[in-house]
């Protein structure tokens, strides 16, 4: 039996998990199926959501924030961290753009989740913004 | 010198500011935006974790993801935004408002307008104000400021790291510490209880087994020019027991022990503010006491979840609009009573709808939120947890009031029990 | 080869330098650390003394009472803050007001200028923060406040501009007499030559004067503690307030600061270590319940930091300032401790003569230049003036520090002068200084030194080398066991 708390949401209810006979699962705490869902997983496949930045080849925004789309395989993490540290996205990018698709055979993406602008031009939507002198970096 | 002329100005272009500039925007009004940054977004585009928009938009998202949203909107909405800019002042009277900025394009800018949102978010309390004994090595940084060099600038505060708070702020950090390879020795927490969610003690503290220490306070930073080392102290019935004092060899200290409003434009500006709060006192349209100066978001009250950022930010604008179109209600003084630490706004509307944002003092199960008018209570609501570290949003609509006079004081006091 | 080799670019070694600087000579100023200001003059409670606390028999008086008279024509040269405040000492009784009455005394036999002792009403009416059960005191309007390091900036800025060499980051490991000359070599092996030497080395005097084989005396530090609070802080008084002083100290003091903060302190500890500048919680509550005895309204809630300062102190707490009896052309001057600061202008003249007399040729550089040009700062300026100057260099409409209202423009300014530390730069601008001390500006500061001085982010210190802000760029560690564990489950609950 376990006791853990859910993260799907910012509730977090307090999950207990029972491994009964057969390999069958039973989940009780949870106000939702989701909840339901993340106790199963939890025990048989646990995964987490990762989140990153990864450089980028722009002086005024050297770095771009990155997700998951969905959980990943926990066993997976470090690999993707080490993986993200050697990529480099060359801007102008737009949120929500595919970085790496299905990682690793495990149908989970990594997407951007800022949009930036090409090197060279600061982000502005206004009067006046003057471009500051060259921004772009060649060298990764 | 750039002199533009303006209905509303925002200052701040964060979650609040971009939420309230679409709001008056929507009301077909013109609106300037203002922010000291390069990038529109505020403190947001340093939060790359997930976990944000699920009231507001439905999905779980990253800051950046929830920014973006509202971003959008901003570039495509015919706001004028000026980045890169500081405000230095207010000034001014109803109905002819100042805002004196300067910019690296512009010099210095002076934008007249009718009404001002103020959206500066907050800073965060740090060493000094939380009186930590011991030298004053480099390696100490509040957590949003070691936030902000990983996430943005793309640099490692340190590799051996003692973090200071249990808010969700410092165990986002401890876990975002971890996976770029940095070891979290602890995180220690003066209070018997956590102050993040649980979901947060999950997985940043426990998916990488990370020590926390309630009831304990760091007493002592040692290293000279760097930090080498804390000295972690237990308390007992809440005073340090010096005796059992530990230390913990490491050359980073972060500290997450809380936010403050960032108010000092407005205090310069003479708008009064809140003891309760540290933001501005504000009426039902979350207008200052100074009149046109409105305020929304983290300037007003230190916010849990952006979600309410952006929703309070939104009906911030919308009262700007009827402020400009010369529209008036019937406000009633609204007081935080026993166990409520602060309720805000400061007064209501009986004739419109009211949404108040408060905190207890206490921690409690099974709690009741009462509120009343002139000692009878007209409405209470069930909580289930109440905690100091937990916002309680709370709804008014005109048929949730009595019937109230309109010659009595008629002053609404909202308390726990 | 220098004529003059000052060790130690303290508000002591500044201020000779300075003064020397009038003359035709070749001097140079040597600092151990990464910046001048960095040592005992670090942390000073920026006080100009009136100077009524010390015996007139003592040298440290005659150099107090001088140093104080001669603050008006350094401002006016220098342009650093100052400002005459005035000093109260308040008594809460009728044996402290014996006390005070002695104060008086002293203050007339050392020829203090307008120093009077006042009653209950006027001293209420002159501080009408004070606590009402004051019964009188010693109102002395010779009194001030100053921003320390920005008169030692000052200072050595003109020394500078007026030929002076300053070589930082420089530490006297050894010194060997061949002729007329002293052969000075470095920690790192650097070598300079000097005919005559200063021994201004503030707490590692008694350190530099072993070296030369020189007078053998112990500086011991005494540490002293004070807390920096908000400017907004109510019972923020308009003099500079002491108590009764106790034996070895002024007492913990209440001091109006010229740039509008107030402090609270110092305290006053023997300790072993010069490195030692660590505060306590133990003397937190000390300190307040002492000074809000004297201005109640002052809390514990607005302190915006604290900090430690070491003196270095000689037995008998007078200064030795004498030419060397055992090394030929050696100045000691050592134990400079409070009125140190006060005094520093009228320590510079007494060095110069010191030097005469072991046969220095002083004569008067016609091209010396005794003024510092004005730095703009943003935070003085009007909007017209900020809109002006913005024409001519867009770097001073760009804010850097938003507590302070420190530009660009001045933070590379600062740069530019060698201040290349965020501790140097701080103490240059303000930047940093503020409400959120650095968790705005902090990052933008590092990159515009990485900008300007080439410097990856990662070698940017707080205070010279060992004190670097970040220890590299991130994607370059290794996840460790714990992140790497992560994928493994873990129990729940842990520690505590």
Redesign the interface.
């Known amino acids: 039996m376990?006791?853990?708390?859910?993260?799907?949401?910012?509730i977090?209810c307090?999950l207990t998990i029972e491994m009964k006979a057969e390999g069958e699962i039973s989940v009780t705490g949870n106000r939702c199926p989701k909840g339901d869902a993340y106790g199963r997983e939890?025990m048989l496949a646990?995964k987490?959501?990762?989140?990153?930045?990864v450089?980028t080849d722009s002086r005024?925004?050297?770095?771009i924030?990155v997700?998951t789309d969905k959980p990943l395989p926990?066993?997976?993490?470090?690999g993707l961290?080490?993986d993200?540290?050697q990529r480099l996205v060359h801007l102008p990018a737009v949120?929500?753009t595919v970085l790496i698709e299905d990682y690793r055979g495990s149908g989970v993406n990594v997407v951007t989740?800022?949009?930036l602008p090409p090197a060279g031009i600061?982000?502005?939507?206004?009067?006046?913004?003057?471009a500051e002198a060259e921004d772009r970096i060649t060298s990764p | 010198m750039l002199e533009k002329t303006y209905d509303a100005v925002v200052i701040g272009c964060g979650a609040a500011g971009m939420a309230a500039a679409l709001a008056v925007r929507a009301g077909g009004r013109t609106v300037a935006m203002v922010d000291r940054e390069n990038f529109l977004g505020g403190i947001l585009m340093q939060c790359i974790h997930n976990g944000f928009g699920i009231q507001e938009f439905g999905a779980d998202l990253t800051g950046p993801e929830f920014a973006e949203r509202l971003i959008s909107k901003v570039l495509t909405s015919g706001i004028d935004v000026y980045l890169n800019a500081t405000v230095l002042d207010i000034s001014g009277e109803k109905p002819s408002l100042v805002v004196t900025a300067c910019a690296k394009a512009h010099g210095v800018m002076r934008l007249g307008c009718r009404a001002v949102v103020l959206a500066m978010g907050c800073r965060e309390r740090n060493r000094g104000n939380v009186a930590i004994a011991g030298t004053r090595p480099a390696g100490i940084f509040t957590a949003g400021l070691a936030q902000r060099l990983m996430n943005i600038d793309g640099y490692l505060p340190g590799r051996r790291v003692v973090m200071i708070g249990s808010g969700d702020i410092g165990l986002i950090m401890a876990r975002r510490l971890t996976l770029v390879g940095a070891q979290v020795l602890a995180v220690v927490e003066i209070m018997p209880y956590p102050s993040g969610l649980a979901r947060n003690i999950s997985q940043c503290l426990n998916d990488f087994s990370i020590p926390l220490y309630i009831s304990h306070v760091v007493s002592r930073i040692t290293g000279r020019d760097r930090v080498d080392g804390v000295e972690v102290t237990p308390l007992v019935d809440g005073a340090p027991d010096y005796a059992k004092t530990f230390r913990l060899d490491c050359d980073t200290v972060l500290l997450s022990v809380g936010l403050i409003p960032e108010n000092e434009l407005s205090r310069k500006a003479g708008v009064p503010l809140a003891d309760d709060t540290g933001g501005p006192s504000v009426d039902a349209n979350l207008m200052s006491a100074s009149p046109g100066i409105f305020a929304c978001g983290n300037v007003l009250h230190v916010h849990d979840l952006v979600d309410y950022v952006a929703e309070e930010a939104r009906r911030c604008g919308e009262a700007v609009n009827r402020y400009l179109s010369g529209e008036n209600v019937r406000q009633f003084r609204l007081i935080a009573g026993a166990n409520v630490r602060s309720v805000t706004p400061n007064f209501y509307a009986p004739q419109q709808e009211n949404v108040l944002y408060l905190r207890s003092l206490i921690v409690k199960n099974d709690a009741v939120l009462s509120l009343q008018i002139g000692g009878v209570e007209f409405k209470k609501r069930k909580l289930p947890h109440v905690q100091p570290s937990e916002m309680i949003r709370l709804n008014l609509r005109p048929a949730d009031f009595p019937a109230l006079s309109d010659d009595a004081e008629n002053c609404l006091e909202v308390a726990i029990r | 080869m220098f004529d003059v080799a000052i060790i130690g670019a303290g508000v002591t070694g500044a201020a000779i330098a300075r003064r020397l600087s009038s003359f035709k000579l070749s001097v140079a100023l040597l600092e151990r650390r990464t910046d001048v200001s960095f040592g005992v003059s670090k942390a000073n409670s920026g006080i100009i003394h009136a100077g009524f606390h010390h015996n007139p028999s003592t040298l440290k008086a005659r150099l107090e009472v001088q140093g104080n008279f001669l603050f008006d024509r350094l401002k006016a040269e220098l342009g650093f803050p100052f400002r005459r405040v005035g000093i109260l000492v308040v008594a809460f009784s009728p044996e402290e007001l014996k006390t005070v009455e002695a104060l008086y005394m002293i203050g007339i036999a050392n020829r203090v200028p307008q120093i009077e002792i006042v009653g209950r009403e006027r001293i209420l009416s002159l501080e009408p923060k004070l606590n009402g059960d004051v019964v009188g005191g010693l109102w002395a309007p010779t009194g001030g406040i100053v921003e320390p390091y920005r008169l030692v900036f000052a200072l050595v800025e003109n020394a500078r501009a007026n030929g002076v060499s300053l070589f930082t980051d420089w530490s006297v490991a050894a010194a060997r007499r061949a002729d007329d000359r002293w052969l000075l070599v470095s920690e790192k092996g650097e070598t300079h030559e000097a005919r005559r030497v200063v021994n201004a080395a503030g707490l590692y005097a008694d350190e530099v004067s072993g070296i030369f084989g020189a007078e053998e005396f112990h500086i011991i530090p005494r540490k002293g503690e004070e807390f920096l609070l908000d400017k907004n802080a109510a019972g923020f008084p308009s003099h500079v307030i002491f108590p009764v002083p106790a034996r070895n100290s002024k007492g913990v003091l209440v001091i109006p600061t010229v740039e509008g903060t107030m402090m609270v302190g110092p305290t006053a500890v023997e300790i072993e270590e010069k490195d030692d500048t660590g505060t306590t919680p133990e003397n937190l509550d000390r300190v307040f319940s002492l000074a809000a005895r004297m201005v109640p309204g002052i809390s514990k809630r607005d302190i915006i930091t604290s900090f430690a300062g070491l003196r270095p102190t000689l037995p008998g707490d007078d200064f030795f300032i004498d030419l060397s009896r055992k090394a030929p052309g050696l100045v000691q001057v050592a134990g400079i401790q409070s009125p140190g600061l006060t005094a520093a202008p009228a320590i510079a003249e007494y060095v110069k003569e010191l030097l005469q007399k072991d046969g220095l040729d002083l004569t008067e550089k016609p091209d010396f230049v005794p003024t510092v040009g004005h730095s703009p700062k943003v935070v003085e300026m009007n909007f017209a003036e900020l809109d002006e100057l913005a024409r001519r260099e867009r770097a001073f409409a760009h804010i850097v520090c938003r507590c302070e209202s420190v530009s660009e423009a001045e933070v590379v300014e600062a740069i530019h002068k060698g201040h290349i530390s965020l501790d140097g730069i701080k103490f240059y601008t303000r930047a940093g200084m503020g409400r959120c001390q650095g968790g705005f500006c902090t990052y933008r500061i590092l990159s515009i030194i990485a900008r300007e001085t080439g410097l990856p982010v990662e070698a940017i210190t707080k205070r010279g080398k060992g004190s670097e802000l970040v220890v590299g760029r991130i994607g370059e560690a290794p996840l460790t066991a714990q992140a790497a564990a992560g994928g493994a489950t873990a129990p729940e609950g842990s520690g505590g």
């Not at chain 1, 376990?2 to 949401?9: D, F, G, N, S, T």
């Not at chain 1, 600061?122 to 003057?130: A, H, I, R, V």
């Open positions: 376990r006791e853990l708390v859910c993260i799907v949401c910012p977090g307090r939890e646990p987490r959501v990762v989140t990153a930045v450089r005024a925004f050297p770095y924030p997700r926990r066993e997976l993490i470090p961290i080490g993200l540290a949120c929500g989740t800022r949009s600061p982000q502005t939507g206004g009067p006046g913004q003057k």
